[in-house]
């Protein structure tokens, strides 16, 4: 963007994955970039790291999944900045246990506790602010299964990345008309952390065929560059060896 003044940026999930790897592409890009996530040791590396490649950043310890400590964090952003101009809602999880012959009720609520209520509360706690600017830009990561269902994410996973494409849209249709946009970006096996909590770990041979974390960052900084007038409503990404297209032990993960 050629725009000069400040843009701020709010990263959920900042610590790691794909969170982290969209601050980082967003620091390189100009943003101001305030990182959120649950474990305080993390967002301060990535915040060092951006410092030392010259970028601007800082960090909110948050559990998404609270809502009034999603909207003091929002409130904090704005007293400091003065507005939210991108919001990121990368923070998501899965659980080993996600079959219907093993799925656990505390593994479905927590899922849709982080995976569905929080990206509401985030989206909700920056809007009145967008409002007022009459422009904003929302990213919710999604991903591959919230298009596309299959076995191996689970139940409990797929349902809550399915929701969050929906709620995706319903915000373009009642904010376009107030300068806003938000973007479901989907992207298919990416190699982050998360790949710990499979039942099946795929192996590191697999894992360097998957997209990157670096991958999804800078189509996030890409997303995040388009002028006011361009709303780009989802973006569906996949390693070009898709496993869910081959037959592989997949169907074990």
Known sequence: ????????????GGGSGIGEAGAE????????????????????????????DG???EAIPLDVSIAADVQKAADQILAKHGRIDLLVNSAGINVPRRSWD????EG???LVEINLNGVLYCMRAVLPAMRRQQDGCI??????AGRHVSKMPGPAYTTTKHAVLALTHSFNMDECVNGLRACCLMPGEVATPILKLRPVVPSEEEQARMLQSEDLGRTIAFIASMPPRVCINEVLIS???????????????
């Not at 990213?139 to 591959?144: E, F, G, M, T």
Request: without cysteine; glycine residues 6%.
């Open 1 to 12: 963007m050629t725009n000069e003044r400040k843009r701020v940026a709010w990263v959920t």
């Open 108 to 110: 479905w609520d927590e």
């Open 139 to 144: 990213i919710n990561v999604s991903s591959w």
């Open 55 to 57: 970028g601007a950043a």
């Open 102 to 105: 093993d799925m656990e009720l």
């Open 239 to 253: 390693p070009t060896n898709n496993r869910g297209f081959i037959q592989t032990p997949l169907s074990r993960d």
């Open 25 to 52: 592409a967003l620091a390189a890009d100009g943003w101001t970039v305030v990182v959120s996530g649950r474990r305080k040791d993390a967002l301060d590396a990535v915040v060092a790291k951006i410092a030392k």
